[in-house]
């Protein structure tokens, strides 16, 4: 489990090259101070938040519903989209332009893709 000494505040530059951030903790855009179950703006881009007490949460939109904050799968920092994921399925990352990704399995490879789909 994360806590919130362990999501310190990004540098700018960790958006600049994607393979140097592979943890939550230097991912530009999470959002401090999130009630897990509330609702949130965003679910597209800059879609990670973290609760009071360290854990991650994503904002969401089930079955097309007002968006709200759920507990995050694994977040593996900033990737690119489309680039391969093996062996991360179902696990999230953050696009450099914010947009929300997640590691989907198909035609035997599994990529990033967007997460808000």
Not at 4 to 26: H, I, K, Q, R, T
Not at 100 to 114: D, K, M, P, Q
Request: net charge negative; glycine share 12%; aromatic share 10%.
């Amino acid at each position: 489990m994360l806590t919130v000494g362990s999501l310190g505040v990004a540098a700018p530059a960790a958006a600049d090259d994607p393979g140097e951030c592979n943890y939550p903790s230097c991912t530009p855009g999470i959002v401090p101070g999130v009630v897990l179950g509330s609702y949130c703006d965003n679910p597209t881009y800059y879609s990670f938040g973290v609760t009071s007490w360290g854990r991650l949460v994503f904002c969401g939109s089930p079955r097309r519903y007002e968006p709200r904050w759920f507990r995050s799968p694994e977040m593996h920092g900033v990737k690119n989209e489309s680039d391969l994921c093996p062996a991360l399925d179902g696990e999230v990352a953050q696009a450099p332009d914010g947009l929300f990704l997640t590691c989907v399995a198909s035609n035997g490879a599994s990529r990033w893709e967007r997460g808000d789909l």
